[in-house]
T-cell receptor
Framework: SQTIHQWPATLVQPVGSPLSLECTVE??????LYWYRQAAGRGLQLLFY??????ISSEVPQNLSASRPQDRQFILSSKKLLLSDSGFYLC???????????FGSGTRLTVV | AQKVTQAQTEISVVEKEDVTLDCVYE???????LFWYKQPPSGELVFLIR??????QNEISGRYSWNFQKSTSSFNFTITASQVVDSAVYFC?????????????FGKGTTLSVSS
């Protein structure tokens, strides 16, 4: 079956520290992968998407970066976190666009 | 550019009331999909429905129903006889066939509070 794993579930990090959130997909090949962020009380904002290994498109310029080192692995990173990076981060995948989208359980990041 | 607007930020109803959540979208694609998701307090996104742009037939699933009208670019969601468990944030979303990555574009969400 197709599943998506996202960790950690919660994270508290000091300002200026690095960040690495990982997302892995099982049961499918060559998925489109996405990172979304939901700031407190706000909607879901698309941050990055990837259609293949090493292919990353950024939707919003910011303090974050993404990488796709393997077909089913998507990593969200930051070298130095800002307070404004706090939020709920969701990873998702789809196969083309005819299929649906599957979301991970999310990571709640608090930068202090 | 694609855009989804959910004008209602918050809605409060009493149990058993019917409630409609509005969604208006913008796209230049002729082929696209529309979605509704529910986000309970736990945070995960629960898929509710997907509708493609060629299917304007309204859909009913239990207490949920959806009204898709291309003429007004709207995809509204109605909950009949609301229950406390319906309390959540509801997102409308759009994806297009021509957009690289086919990412879902979300509205800002409507927070529904159902009181007993």
């Amino acid at each position: 079956s197709q599943t998506i794993h996202q960790w950690p579930a919660t994270l508290v990090q000091p300002v200026g520290s690095p960040l690495s959130l990982e997302c892995t997909v099982e049961g499918t090949s060559n998925p489109n992968l996405y990172w979304y962020r939901q700031a407190a009380g706000r909607g879901l904002q698309l941050l990055f998407y990837s259609v293949g290994i090493g292919q990353i498109s950024s939707e919003v310029p910011q303090n974050l970066s993404a990488s796709r080192p393997q077909d089913r692995q998507f990593i969200l990173s930051s070298k130095k976190l800002l307070l404004s990076d706090s939020g709920f981060y969701l990873c998702a995948w789809s196969v083309g666009w005819l299929g649906g989208y599957t979301f991970g359980s999310g990571t709640r990041l608090t930068v202090v | 550019a694609q855009k989804v607007t959910q004008a209602q930020t918050e809605i409060s109803v009493v149990e058993k009331e019917d409630v409609t959540l509005d969604c208006v979208y913008e796209t230049r694609d002729t082929t696209y999909y529309l979605f509704w998701y529910k986000q309970p307090p736990s945070g995960e996104l629960v898929f509710l429905i997907r509708r493609n742009s060629f299917d304007e037939q309204n859909e009913i699933s239990g207490r949920y129903s959806w009204n898709f009208q291309k003429s007004t670019s709207s995809f509204n969601f109605t909950i009949t006889a609301s229950q406390v468990v319906d309390s959540a944030v509801y997102f409308c979303a759009l994806s297009g066939a021509n957009q690289a990555g086919t990412a879902l574009i979300f509205g800002k969400g409507t927070t529904l509070s159902v009181s007993s």
